[in-house]
Structures are given as structure tokens and as C-alpha cells.
């Protein structure tokens, strides 16, 4: 299934590119807003977009909310970003978890936002599980919803 980047993403991007590097706490605690800079597959340029990141037993992750998109193809190409979060820069390397991995983690992120009224409302357009979703449904979204450890680069 191909989801669509609802079209205001695009027309708020910039806002939230700004208000991110200015160091701006945005989204909820359990998955802070940050840019998320890639080198492009094709072009080879540097592509910044703000992600949510969600924190598990220490280990930082994000995941295609909107499934197949640019930054999840460039993010798999390149296998390493920086993480830009409060003026501070971190190279990371990006590791796309199988799907049996990936469905826990996936579970973890979107337990606090479907225990909310809006948050449920707000994902059933790109997520098909609802607060006590079986294991088994986390494993079907995590087919379409790709799931990246970001680990710190060690300094060379």
C-alpha cells in the first residue's frame, strides 16, 4: 500500500525545519520532532526533514509513518544521517530492522499516541491497529512502515 504525504506537510516543512534548528522542542516527549539529513540517492546533495524519533531501552529509532518516501529510499541508500536536534549535530548510522524486529519497536512508538483520542484519529489514516492491536498487526505494519535503528557513529 502507498500512502500519501498529506499536503500540508509540505507547506509546514519549512516552519518546522526552522523552528527544529532554532532548537525548539516540538512533538510529544515519548517522540521529539528533528531534522534528519540525508545525502540523496540520485543527487548526492544533502536532504534535511523533520521526523519524529522514538527512544526504546536506550536505542533511538524512526519509522515511515508515510510509508515508501523519499527520505526512507535515501536513508536506506546512504545508511547513515545526521541527527540535528536542539543546535546539535550527531552522524548516526541508520540500520533498517526485518520486519520481526521492527514490529515491537513499532508497537512501543505508537502505543502512547493510540492511547489518545486525537493520536488514534490522527494515524488510522496510515496505520491499521488500535489500542490492543494483536502482535500480529504490528508485524503487518511493519511490512509497510520501515523501522530504522540510529546508532551513533564512532569517532574515527
Same mark, same amino acid.
Request: proline residues 9%; positive net charge.
Given at each position: 500500500?502507498?500512502?500519501? @504525504?498529506?499536503?500540508?506537510?509540505?507547506?509546514? #516543512?519549512?516552519?518546522?525545519?526552522?523552528?527544529? +534548528?532554532?532548537?525548539?522542542?516540538? +512533538?510529544?516527549?515519548? %517522540?521529539?520532532?528533528?531534522?534528519?539529513?540525508?545525502?540523496?540517492?540520485?543527487?548526492?546533495?544533502?536532504?534535511?526533514?523533520?521526523? #519524529?524519533?522514538?527512544?526504546?531501552?536506550? @536505542?533511538?529509532?524512526?519509522?515511515?509513518?508515510?510509508?515508501?518516501?523519499?527520505? @526512507?529510499? #535515501?536513508?536506506?541508500?546512504?545508511?547513515?544521517?545526521?541527527?540535528?536536534?536542539? +543546535?546539535?549535530? @550527531? %552522524?548516526?548510522?541508520?540500520?533498517?530492522?526485518?520486519?520481526?524486529?521492527?514490529?515491537?519497536?513499532?508497537?512501543?512508538?505508537?502505543?502512547?499516541?493510540?492511547?489518545?483520542?486525537?493520536?488514534?484519529? %490522527?494515524?488510522?489514516?496510515?496505520?491499521?491497529?488500535?489500542? +490492543? %492491536?494483536?502482535?500480529?498487526?504490528?508485524?503487518?505494519?511493519?511490512?509497510?512502515?520501515?523501522?530504522?535503528?540510529?546508532?551513533?557513529?564512532?569517532?574515527?
Amino acid at each position: 500500500m502507498r500512502y500519501h @504525504v498529506p499536503r500540508i506537510v509540505p507547506l509546514i #516543512n519549512p516552519l518546522m525545519h526552522r523552528l527544529i +534548528g532554532l532548537g525548539l522542542r516540538l +512533538g510529544p516527549r515519548s %517522540a521529539p520532532m528533528i531534522l534528519l539529513r540525508i545525502q540523496g540517492r540520485r543527487t548526492g546533495e544533502p536532504r534535511t526533514t523533520a521526523v #519524529n524519533i522514538f527512544e526504546r531501552d536506550g @536505542v533511538r529509532y524512526v519509522v515511515g509513518t508515510f510509508g515508501e518516501t523519499d527520505w @526512507v529510499r #535515501n536513508l536506506r541508500a546512504a545508511r547513515e544521517a545526521i541527527l540535528i536536534e536542539r +543546535g546539535r549535530q @550527531v %552522524a548516526v548510522d541508520a540500520v533498517e530492522l526485518p520486519i520481526e524486529d521492527a514490529a515491537p519497536v513499532l508497537h512501543d512508538a505508537l502505543k502512547p499516541f493510540l492511547g489518545t483520542r486525537f493520536g488514534s484519529q %490522527a494515524l488510522r489514516s496510515y496505520y491499521d491497529v488500535g489500542p +490492543g %492491536a494483536p502482535p500480529a498487526a504490528y508485524l503487518d505494519e511493519a511490512r509497510r512502515h520501515p523501522v530504522f535503528e540510529l546508532r551513533p557513529q564512532r569517532a574515527a
